[in-house]
C-alpha cells in the first residue's frame, strides 16, 4: 500500500481558501488514481474531486465545480487540492484515496480537519 501524508487543513472564514495536500511517501502515484473525500458530522463520507496520475483527467463533485482545483505535482509526488470560495457547509473531516486499478491497492491517508466559519 501507498501511505499518503495529508497537509494544508485549517480554520478558515467564509469565502477564504485553503490548499490540501496529499503526498505519497515511500512510493511514487504511478498508475494511480487520487481523490479527496470530505466528512462531516452526522454525515456520510462524499466524494469531492479526483486525479488520475497518468493523463491528469480531473473530475469534481457537482458542489464544488468552479470552486475546488485539483492538481498534480509529478516532481514533488503530490497532489494539490486548492479550495475557493469556502462555505460553511465546506466543514469537514478531508481524506485523501489513492486507488490503484492494477494491483487493487485502495488507500486511505488520515484525514484533515477543514472548518469554515460564517
Known amino acids: 500500500q501507498v501511505q499518503l501524508v495529508e497537509s494544508g487543513g485549517g480554520l478558515v472564514q467564509e469565502g477564504g481558501s485553503l490548499r490540501l495536500s496529499c503526498a505519497a511517501a515511500g512510493r511514487t502515484f504511478n498508475y494511480y488514481e487520487i481523490r479527496w473525500f470530505r466528512q462531516a458530522p452526522g454525515k456520510e463520507r462524499e466524494f469531492v474531486a479526483s486525479?488520475?496520475?497518468?493523463?491528469?483527467?480531473?473530475f469534481y463533485a457537482d458542489s464544488v465545480k468552479g470552486r475546488f482545483t485539483i492538481s498534480r505535482d509529478n516532481a514533488k509526488n503530490t497532489v494539490h487540492l486548492q479550495m475557493n470560495s469556502l462555505k460553511p457547509d465546506d466543514t469537514a473531516v478531508y481524506y485523501c484515496n489513492a486507488y490503484n486499478s492494477y494491483n487493487l491497492d485502495n488507500s486511505w491517508g488520515r484525514g484533515t480537519q477543514v472548518t469554515v466559519s460564517a
Open positions: 486525479v488520475r496520475w497518468s493523463n491528469g483527467i480531473t
